[in-house]
């Protein structure tokens, strides 16, 4: 496992940007109006699946990087070559389904070493997925889910800022946290059913914030972008 730097606390958040959006033009647009404001962009598996790797070349000529967010769930030998595919991608993160099962996992990890070192290249961080946002999740099934992906050889865990807390108290490990939901102050959930604001999920431990339509449909979202930024850094102080 990659390591990390300590302790957690002093970590400072950062926002990736999901992309969201029906089209490559659009995406794009969103990268080129909002990097280097923002220096993580999510593909997932709408955009993966109708424009492929080329969405993932054009983020990279832009200067930022890539969240691949497939969630990986399969036999492990299937999802060891697709993560050995992400490397060959050069991606920042990526997801897999914890539910998968600890072989799976153990099998995304070694894969993910020995991919990187053979094309001398930074591995990805790998990123356990634990109960979807849009579900209804009891907080001890999301706890025995981390565990499982962190003493497994991953680098972090996607959960919910209301999580994110019970987490950081019951895994004696560093590792990251990925929160996704991210809403602002006045915004409805959408299909979410656990959101949270940027600065409670700044409290509650996380260190990636994963926002996508209340930047996406806000009228000016550069200006979103930078008041969600101001947030944050508000958060951190």
Request: aromatic fraction near 6%; proline fraction near 4%; charge should be positive.
């Amino acid at each position: 496992m990659l390591k990390l730097r300590k302790p957690v606390a002093k970590r400072q958040a950062q926002i990736i940007l999901a992309l969201d959006v029906d089209n490559l033009e659009g995406a794009m647009d969103f990268v080129d109006r909002l990097y280097p404001k923002i220096k993580i962009f999510k593909v997932g598996s709408y955009l993966f699946t109708a424009y492929g790797p080329r969405i993932i070349e054009l983020i990279h000529k832009k200067g930022a990087e890539v969240f691949l967010d497939l969630k990986y769930f399969d036999i492990p030998n299937t999802v060891a070559q697709a993560v050995g595919a992400a490397v060959r991608h050069k991606v920042r993160m990526l997801t897999l389904h914890i539910s998968g099962g600890k072989e799976m996992l153990e099998a995304a990890v070694v894969s993910a070493e020995a991919e990187a070192k053979k094309v001398n290249s930074v591995r990805p961080l790998l990123i356990g997925v634990t109960v979807l946002t849009s579900k209804a999740a009891r907080p001890e099934d999301i706890l025995a889910l981390a565990k499982i992906g962190i003493d497994s050889g991953l680098d972090g865990i996607v959960c919910s800022a209301n999580e994110a807390g019970l987490l950081r108290r019951k895994i004696k490990k560093d590792f990251l946290i990925i929160t996704p939901g991210i809403r602002m102050n006045s915004s409805g959930a959408d299909d979410q059913k656990r959101t949270t604001t940027v600065k409670q999920a700044v409290k509650a431990g996380s260190d990636f914030l994963v926002i996508g339509r209340p930047i996406l449909k806000a009228d000016d979202p550069s200006a979103r972008a930078g008041e969600l930024l101001g947030d944050l850094y508000g958060a951190g102080n």
